[in-house]
Structures are given as structure tokens and as C-alpha cells.
């Protein structure tokens, strides 16, 4: 088992301000993607990124992918209430995808 | 067009009773996840098919679990007999086979099991 966790495990901010989510690991991946999986619903990708070092930016949220791909930070600016949910990552290896311990992020309006 | 599609969304049932979860993956997708998800160890992989075919299933907790695709439409996981710590909800997730590992994974909505 490729072991990711995610820090911080829960976090609760206000509207307007900005946040990062950390995703580790030991192990190197061929990929990491990104998940946002809102209460009753499954997980819905976000964002894959493949190469060490990549940085992609999806509107207000910047994700990196770190330089030896273990790593991944996911950076949302000026967060909003629709940003709430669970955000898991997920390293692949082989045809599989292993997932993060999840970050649980409320904004407060 | 239709995404993956599970039943049943909830299930309760008494101890001791055997559980029938079911996916249908989305046409065209040829590779099909079984995940359980819980509060303490979050998402994990319970097995997957390639191909109709089992490739993994190392993460299938016990012998009380098993898991069949029949067709590339259809998918089963069964618990038999049931027990109060396999209450969580099941999703089932299908991506098409690529030969590089970027692919997305798209989610049912889940299955939420109760075991009292």
C-alpha cells in the first residue's frame, strides 16, 4: 500500500481568505490527481498533473506537483462557500489509484 | 449521458444477513473500481477489474467479501455474512484503460450500508 497523507486534516476558514492543502508521500507516482467529493456524492477529478515540478491553476485553485513526485500542494485564493467539501488526492501506480487521507475544508460565509 | 450508476443508495440490515451491492460502470469504460469509504481510514481500494477480469484483490478485507463482473455492464460486490464494521458507504468507480495512468476516475454516487 502507497501510503499519501493529506494535512491538515480538517480545516474551517472564512470567505476571502486563502488556503493550502498538502498531499505526501514516500513514494513516487506516475501521476497525482486531484478529487472534490461533496457530502452524498462521489469523488469528481479536479485537476491531473504528471510532470515534477508541473503547476496547473484551475480558476482560483493552483496545484503543484512536487519535483520528485511525492508531493502535491493544492493553493485555493480568496475561497468561497461553494469551495466547501472533501479534497482527496490520489497518486497512480500500476492501473491504480491510491487515495489521500482527505482535507475536510469549510468556508464560512 | 448516464454516469455510473449504483445500487442500492442505502442499505440497512441486521447482522448476519448477506449484502448485494451493484454498479453499472459507464459504456465504454473497461476498467471498474470497488472503494469503501469510512471516517478513520477514508478511501480504500477494495479490488478492480480490467476487462471483466479481476486484477487486484488484495484489498478485500476478508473472505466474507467477493466481487464478480460477468459482463463489461455489470458489476457485484457481495458480503456474506455481514458484520457491524462493514458498515461504510461503497462506491464503484470506472475510468477506460490507457497505457499511461492519467486517466479520470468517475464515481457512482455510492452505496451507504448500515449493519446493525
Known amino acids: 500500500t502507497q501510503l499519501l497523507e493529506q494535512s491538515p486534516q480538517f480545516l474551517s476558514i472564512q470567505e476571502g481568505e486563502n488556503l493550502t492543502v498538502y498531499c505526501n508521500s514516500s513514494?513516487?507516482?506516475?501521476?497525482l490527481q486531484w478529487y472534490r467529493q461533496e457530502p452524498g456524492e462521489g469523488p469528481v477529478l479536479l485537476v491531473t498533473?504528471?510532470?515534477?515540478?508541473e503547476v496547473k491553476k484551475l480558476k482560483r485553485l493552483t496545484f503543484q506537483f512536487g519535483d520528485a513526485r511525492k508531493d502535491s500542494s493544492l493553493h485555493i485564493t480568496a475561497a468561497q462557500p461553494g469551495d466547501t467539501g472533501l479534497y482527496l488526492c490520489?497518486?497512480?501506480?500500476?492501473?491504480?489509484?491510491?487515495f489521500g487521507t482527505g482535507t475536510s475544508l469549510t468556508v464560512i460565509p | 449521458d448516464a454516469g455510473v450508476i449504483q445500487s442500492p443508495r442505502h442499505e440497512v440490515t441486521e447482522m448476519g444477513q448477506e449484502v448485494t451491492l451493484r454498479c453499472k460502470p459507464i459504456?465504454?469504460?473497461?476498467?471498474l473500481f470497488w472503494y469503501r469509504q469510512t471516517m478513520m481510514r477514508g478511501l480504500e481500494l477494495l479490488i478492480y477489474?480490467?476487462?471483466?477480469?479481476?486484477?487486484?484483490d488484495s484489498g478485500m478485507p476478508e473472505d466474507r467479501f467477493s466481487a464478480k463482473m460477468p459482463n463489461a455492464s455489470f458489476s457485484t460486490l457481495k458480503i456474506q455474512p455481514s458484520e457491524p464494521r462493514d458498515s461504510a458507504v461503497y462506491f464503484c468507480?470506472?475510468?477506460?484503460?490507457?497505457?499511461?495512468?492519467?486517466?479520470?476516475?468517475?464515481f457512482g454516487e455510492g452505496s451507504r450500508l448500515t449493519v446493525l
Open positions: 477489474f480490467n476487462n471483466n477480469v479481476p486484477i487486484d
Open positions: 468507480a470506472s475510468r477506460r484503460l490507457a497505457t499511461t495512468n492519467t486517466g479520470e476516475l468517475f
Open positions: 490520489a497518486g497512480a501506480g500500476g492501473n491504480q489509484f491510491y
Open positions: 513514494s513516487v507516482f506516475s501521476s
Open positions: 498533473v504528471v510532470t515534477g515540478g
Open positions: 459504456s465504454g469504460h473497461n476498467s
